[in-house]
Each structure stands twice: as C-alpha cells, then as structure tokens.
C-alpha cells in the first residue's frame, strides 16, 4: 500500500469497525429481545434465573468472538498478518484493550491498531450498559413477582403514570 495513504486504510478501517458495531447492535437487540421474552417471566414467576441470565451471557460473549472474528478475517485478508490464528490473537487483544505488545501490525497498516481498539471500546461499554440493565430489569421484575404473590400491587415504577 505504501506510507502515503492513510486516507485509504482509515477508510478500510472504517469498514470493520461499522460492521462490528452493526454485529454489535443485533446481538445486543437479541440479547434484550430474548430477556423480554423469556427473561421477564422467569423472574416474575421467582424461578432461580441464573441459568438463563448466563445463557445470556454466552450470547454476549459470542457477539464479542464473532467482532474479534471480523477483525481478524480483515487483518488477514488484508495481508498485514500472515496467518489467521496470529490475526485473531492480535485482533482480541487489541479489541479487548489488554495489549500484550507482543506484535505490531506493518507501518502500512498500523492505523487499522486504534480503529480495532475503538470497536472493542465501544462494544464493551454498550455491553456494560446493556448488562446493567438486565439485573435492573431482572430485580424489578422479581419484587414485581413477589408484590403480585403476596396480593398487593407491585411498586409503581418510573414507566408508570
């Protein structure tokens, strides 16, 4: 590619990092949509939802392995790691921020670095919201669950007026 366009690998950087975040959104859209579904019942009724909330979990992790994926299928295609498995153990430490510094990516293509680490970045601060959320959700729904057991009315909460 040669030193004198960088315009060219942030725009090939710009791509993965779209597409990840696009992975992203559906996964995180999964994730909410089986807590509404499956989720809310399971703490409403007093059920343990432990299994579950680590079903959710494994959905959240495999979103993340599928992104790592995505960068390092762009690193390798690219030819700035020669082989796949080095591609993916650069593309996840670098995605996870952890930057073991064991190997650097050409002159060529070394702002593809950042943009990895600014998918990784993104994607686990809307994991954290999402995961907070999730125990929010579950904690009201399991006091709703036990109000309704215990015949009263459950608490009102913000949504309600």
């Known amino acids: 590619?040669?030193?004198?366009?960088?315009?060219?690998?942030?725009?090939?950087?710009?791509?993965?990092?779209?597409?990840?975040?696009l992975i992203h959104g559906v996964g995180m859209y999964i994730v909410q949509r089986q807590f509404e579904r499956h989720g809310v019942p399971i703490y409403r009724s007093g059920r343990a939802g432990q299994l579950f909330f680590g079903a959710m979990v494994v959905l959240i992790v495999t979103t993340h392995l599928i992104?790592?994926?995505?960068?390092?299928?762009?690193?390798?295609?690219?030819?700035?790691?020669?082989?796949f498995r080095d591609a993916f153990y650069y593309a996840a430490s670098t995605y996870t921020a952890l930057g073991y510094g064991e190997g650097t990516?050409?002159?060529?293509?070394?702002?593809?670095?950042?943009?990895?680490?600014?998918?990784?970045?993104?994607?686990?601060?809307?994991?954290?919201?999402?995961?907070?959320?999730?125990?929010?959700?579950?904690?009201d729904e399991r006091?709703?669950?036990l109000a309704e057991r215990a015949g009263r009315r459950p608490p009102a909460g913000p949504d309600s007026a």
């Open 143 to 145: 006091r709703a669950g």
């Open 67 to 83: 992104e790592m994926l995505v960068w390092a299928a762009t690193l390798f295609g690219l030819g700035s790691i020669a082989t």
């Open 1 to 21: 590619m040669g030193q004198g366009y960088p315009a060219l690998e942030i725009a090939l950087g710009t791509l993965p990092l779209l597409g990840v975040l």
């Open 105 to 139: 990516l050409p002159h060529e293509w070394r702002l593809l670095a950042p943009m990895l680490a600014i998918s990784g970045l993104f994607a686990f601060g809307w994991t954290t919201g999402i995961l907070v959320n999730l125990v929010s959700q579950a904690q």
